[in-house]
């Protein structure tokens, strides 16, 4: 069994689409900007907020809407309740579980740290991650192994001793750039082939599986 499990946020620990959603929309109806539907939201995540900004926006990504938006949306959401983000069922019982057979704990997630921080504390508080990576002004986010490169220094494992858990195309490119094994996970928000990638050492469809999984790894 691995040493160390770096997970994803986004799709994988927690369900937040719906409060991402809903508050870029409420940033465009402010802004005069079309409002999209769930399905749009779910094929432009995973990139960090300026790319899933210039997304969204399509042949209006100037610079200066991409900044417009991307302030309106980080002041709706900072303030926004986010009642519908939670942990994924069965997700607390994993990271319990293998907190318990003594497996390092991460988060490389293109959320910021102190979002992250929030719903951790708030839902898992009694999960002790050794580190937490989200978006480096001055380093490229994921699929870039930086964040990733960075856990496992600090973890002082090896790549052979580290797996990535994630929901999307994004997650499997990351492992792949750091050169670690990957697991998909089918209940996030990976869309088109995804789960046809031959990269990942498994795809899972439920906690037990995953738990299996990374037990077998």
Known sequence: MKKLCIF???????DSLTDVAKCFNKSFEILGFEQLDLDFYIKSLGGNIYEITSLILKDKNTHENIELVKN???????NDLK????????MLEVLEQLQEENI??????????DSISYFINKYAPDIDFIDIQGPVPTKASKPDPYGVNTIIKKANVTKEETLYIG???TDIQTAKNAGID?????????VGDVYEDEYPVAIVNDKDELLKSIKNS
Not at 72 to 78: A, G, H, M, Q
Not at 83 to 90: A, D, H, K, Q
């Open 83 to 90: 009642e519908n983000t939670r942990l994924f069922n069965g």
């Open 182 to 190: 990957c697991i998909l996970v089918t209940w996030g928000y990976g």
């Open 72 to 78: 309106t949306y980080e002041e709706i959401y900072s």
């Open 104 to 113: 390092i704990l991460a988060i490389n997630s293109n959320r910021s740290y």
């Open 167 to 169: 929901d999307s195309a």
């Open 8 to 14: 994803d946020f986004d799709g994988t620990l927690f």
